[in-house]
């Protein structure tokens, strides 16, 4: 059985890996920064007991890492697949020139690129005693600079930081044994995505457990697309 955490697990992409890992044999400790409000989380769980387990996790907040990391260590020895997923698209004061404030362009930043990389770090005792260890970090097509367009200053710089941390641990030789690939799970009809998107949360999170299931040390350091293609950096 593989064991799998997830950031962000309570709705959006998050949630819908959840439910598409669930058809392999796995245990999923889903995270989130409110389980409390987390019903279709919850109720997921409630139906598969033992399998998904519910977690407090705030990934801007050092203690709440601390914590979760100390909760999945008291149950599991190791990690097999961390999915940094949790991240926030910013209001207007982090999208838009002219209405641009330090402090919430920051936030973005701290929260889509800085937080999964101190993530990472905290579990990576647990997936280095992993099967086939791997991370993967949701990222997005619009952290590709090669992409061109105005507005979404925040995200775009978090999600182009989001991928070179990705392409550096996968390299580093203190995450020897680990493979850290990036991903774009396209255009998503979520809360973030809208519903004038081009994909429904199934395709792109069926693709992506297809996509994650196959991976090999050899995809280290690469940018995918969901469905398996690889991105200009």
Same mark, same amino acid.
């Given at each position: 059985?593989?064991?799998?955490?997830?950031?962000?697990?309570?709705?959006?992409?998050?949630?819908?890996?959840?439910?598409?890992?669930?058809?392999?044999?796995?245990?999923?400790?889903?995270?989130?920064?409110?389980?409390?409000?987390?019903?279709?989380?919850?109720?997921?769980?409630?139906?598969?007991?033992?399998?998904?387990?519910?977690?407090?996790?705030?990934?801007?907040? +050092?203690?709440?890492?601390?914590?979760?990391?100390?909760?999945?260590?008291?149950?599991?020895?190791?990690? +097999?697949?961390?999915?940094?997923?949790?991240?926030?698209?910013?209001?207007?004061?982090?999208?838009?020139?002219?209405?641009?404030?330090?402090?919430?362009?920051?936030? /973005?930043?701290?929260?889509?690129? /800085?937080?999964?990389?101190?993530?990472?770090?905290?579990?990576?005792?647990?997936?280095?005693?992993? +099967?086939?260890?791997?991370?993967?970090?949701?990222?997005?097509?619009?952290?590709?600079?090669?992409?061109?367009?105005?507005?979404?200053?925040?995200?775009?710089?978090?999600?182009?930081?989001?991928?070179?941390?990705?392409?550096?641990?996968?390299?580093?030789?203190?995450?020897?044994?680990?493979?850290?690939?990036?991903?774009?799970?396209?255009?998503?009809?979520?809360?973030?995505?809208?519903?004038?998107?081009?994909?429904?949360?199934?395709?792109?999170?069926?693709?992506?457990?297809?996509?994650?299931?196959?991976?090999?040390?050899?995809?280290?350091?690469?940018?995918?697309?969901?469905?398996?293609?690889?991105?200009?950096?």
């Amino acid at each position: 059985m593989q064991t799998i955490l997830i950031t962000g697990a309570n709705r959006g992409i998050g949630f819908e890996l959840t439910r598409q890992i669930l058809k392999d044999d796995t245990r999923i400790f889903a995270t989130c920064r409110n389980p409390e409000r987390a019903d279709a989380l919850n109720a997921l769980a409630s139906e598969h007991t033992g399998r998904v387990i519910v977690l407090q996790l705030d990934i801007t907040d +050092d203690a709440s890492i601390s914590a979760t990391v100390k909760a999945v260590a008291a149950k599991v020895n190791a990690l +097999d697949l961390l999915i940094n997923n949790a991240g926030i698209g910013g209001d207007d004061h982090a999208r838009i020139m002219g209405q641009l404030i330090s402090s919430e362009v920051s936030h /973005v930043i701290r929260t889509n690129a /800085v937080a999964p990389l101190i993530v990472t770090q905290a579990f990576r005792d647990l997936l280095k005693k992993g +099967d086939n260890p791997r991370v993967v970090m949701i990222s997005s097509g619009l952290g590709s600079l090669q992409r061109t367009g105005g507005a979404s200053y925040a995200y775009r710089m978090s999600k182009a930081a989001m991928n070179m941390a990705a392409r550096v641990l996968a390299y580093d030789s203190a995450m020897a044994g680990i493979t850290t690939v990036t991903v774009n799970p396209g255009w998503v009809q979520t809360d973030m995505g809208g519903p004038q998107a081009a994909l429904k949360p199934a395709e792109s999170g069926g693709a992506l457990r297809a996509l994650i299931n196959r991976l090999s040390p050899a995809d280290a350091g690469k940018f995918f697309q969901y469905d398996g293609s690889e991105l200009p950096w």
